[in-house]
């Protein structure tokens, strides 16, 4: 007798629920101040609020832009480069050894201590956000390109050089599609990476986008509109990392 199996999407959405559940019902029984908690009907309120309200939070669309700017222009770039210096580290031995000690020291060292560097050489605009996001993303995307071009079984790429492959088409025919999956792997961490390397130049840097507007929802103690935008954030990250998944899936196909 085998026993009931639930779908995983029943049972991640029942633990969802059971998660909202609990959190509304302890909000509102407890004696716990609404400065530091509300519950999630109130969040949710709030979210439609600042989606429709003009004056909900300080032009929301304005820095929803600026976020999704930023975010869109750190990932391509942490992408290509990444992807770029990983193929020249899996590539050539001369390469590897010079760099990839390197890499793998700037990979240990916590990107934040690089931020005020970053500031005082470009200043606190949208280029250092930027930039941020690349320094946080790129190394996932380095290590996993190297990685899944190195484990290209042998045997394929001596079985094309057989049929008269030359090394590029070898690269886009036989490696590159052997690697895709360890590849992909990391650029999709490398697009959470981006989102939180942006989002923390933005908080450490109160100026515009998503931080900002988290930032000014704390300090003003507004704190159903914080949890509110902590929302939004989550929900337009969940969103972006479903198409970068639906993207992985097309090219592994």
Known sequence: MT????????????IILAVLGLWEAGTRLSSVSSLLIVPPSLILWNVARIAVEAGAVPDFYANALVTIGE????????????????????????????F????????????????????LMIGTGYPA?????????????????????????ANYVRLARSLGYGRTKIFFKVELPAAAQTILA????????????????????????????IDWA?????????????????VLGVLANSLVSRVERLWVK
């Open 71 to 98: 975010i869109a222009v750190a990932y391509a770039l942490a992408a290509l480069i990444g992807a770029l210096i990983g193929i020249a580290v899996a590539g050539s031995r001369i390469i590897g050894d010079a």
């Open 129 to 153: 956000k930027v930039i941020f996001g690349i320094l946080v993303a790129i190394f996932v995307i380095i290590f996993n390109t190297t990685a899944g071009l190195r484990q290209v079984d």
């Open 186 to 213: 990391g650029l999709r961490l490398g697009f959470g990476y981006t989102i939180i390397g942006v989002l923390t130049g933005e908080l450490l840097v109160v100026n515009a986008g998503f931080g900002y507007l």
């Open 3 to 14: 026993g009931c199996r639930v779908p995983p999407v029943l049972a991640r959405w029942a």
């Open 100 to 119: 990839e000690p390197i890499l793998l020291v700037l990979y240990a060292i916590p990107k934040i201590i690089f931020y005020p560097v970053i500031v």
């Open 218 to 234: 704390s300090v003003n103690y507004h704190t159903a509109e914080l949890y509110a935008l902590i929302a939004i954030t989550l």
